[in-house]
């Protein structure tokens, strides 16, 4: 069960060397063990905390951020003259290592949830004298073959919505999708980078929420019910992302996976999970001896069972001398 929900403690703007500012929090306990959590999209915001609530807050120190150019870290990607060339997998990478270092963290254990698992393991990768474990649900990787997959091979699974956001593209024949999105989205015209926000938020909200909400229960608000440049913010975000193959390379993270492999994981994965299939993670086990995977078979991209397999994952860190490097074992488990 996740635990009563808490405020943080302190919470401040960071400001990085580019000038932009990141907005940071801490809760739980000061002095506890710390847990950074790294939320998806990219552009999602850390939202309104329920992350907060499934770490023990007698435990961790639990720490989150709004990543560049989203939520309250300012500028905002969707503010004039923005410049998107500096809007990186890399630069968020290093945006998350100032951010430990600014409140003095000496190691933490990195958790994050879809795009956030990719930002998480890059993190880990870049940095690995800084993680003491990885805690990861809705697993991505960034590679080239997730993301044709979820701009373009859903299509054959929810044939009507993509033929809404083809057509909404405005595409030339041959011309890629997000190619085209990413013109849209970047348009002059602020009613062609609506409109295009739009079709990419119905288009996410699509296959995103399958197997999410259970039965008899009540969908919470969709990407398409956020203001329209809440909409504009997270669409850009992704679109420009995913574009640019999230700066990863065709393989994503899994090209310096031996730098990880090292450090204790578990992997929380939904099976009716459309949007990122669990072929995803179990690759990633398989070359990740001291990593867990949990399948939770009744669920897709989120949920509550995979909160409480998370909960459970940081029960089980929790556990752990800081300096012991047991492995949570290495056969694959279904919830």
């Known amino acids: ?197 739009r079709a990419w938020c119905a288009w996410e909200d699509t296959h995103v929420r399958v197997g999410v909400v259970a039965a008899g229960e009540q969908a919470s608000p969709g990407l398409v019910d956020l203001a329209d440049e809440e909409q504009l913010g997270f669409a850009l975000h992704v679109v420009h992302s995913w574009a640019h193959d999230c700066w990863l390379g065709e393989r994503g993270v899994l090209d310096g996976l031996a730098r990880i492999t090292h450090l204790p994981a578990v992997l929380v994965h939904g099976r009716l999970d459309v949007s990122g299939p669990v072929e995803t993670p179990w690759e990633l086990h398989r070359r990740w001896p001291a990593s867990r995977l949990v399948v939770v078979e009744d669920e897709g991209h989120g949920g509550p069972r995979m909160s409480a397999e998370l909960e459970a994952a940081y029960a089980w860190f929790a556990t752990r001398a800081p300096s012991d490097d047991a492995s949570p074992g290495s056969r694959p488990r279904s919830g």
């Open 1 to 197: 069960m996740p635990h009563p929900p808490i405020e943080p403690y302190v919470a401040g703007l960071l400001t990085v060397d580019d000038g932009a500012e990141l907005y940071w929090e801490c809760s739980g306990n000061p002095e506890g063990r710390p847990l950074v959590w790294l939320h998806g999209g990219p552009g999602s915001g850390l939202g309104g905390g329920g992350y907060r609530r499934r770490p023990d807050p007698a435990v961790w120190r639990i720490i989150g951020l709004d990543q560049r150019a989203c939520g309250r870290s300012r500028p905002l990607v969707t503010e004039p003259g923005f410049d998107l060339d500096g809007l990186t997998t890399q630069r968020m990478v290093a945006d998350l290592e100032a951010v430990r270092e600014h409140l003095g963290v000496a190691s933490w254990l990195v958790s994050g949830g879809s795009w956030g698992t990719t930002l998480a393991l890059a993190y880990a990768e870049a940095h690995p004298d800084r993680v003491t474990g990885l805690a990861l649900v809705a697993v991505t990787t960034g590679s080239r073959r997730e993301l044709d997959w979820i701009s373009r091979g859903m299509g054959r699974v929810f044939p009507e919505a993509w033929s809404a956001l083809d057509a909404a593209s405005g595409r030339a024949p041959g011309q890629p999708l997000l190619e085209a999105y990413l013109y849209r989205l970047t348009h002059p015209d602020a009613e062609v980078r609506l409109t295009a926000a």
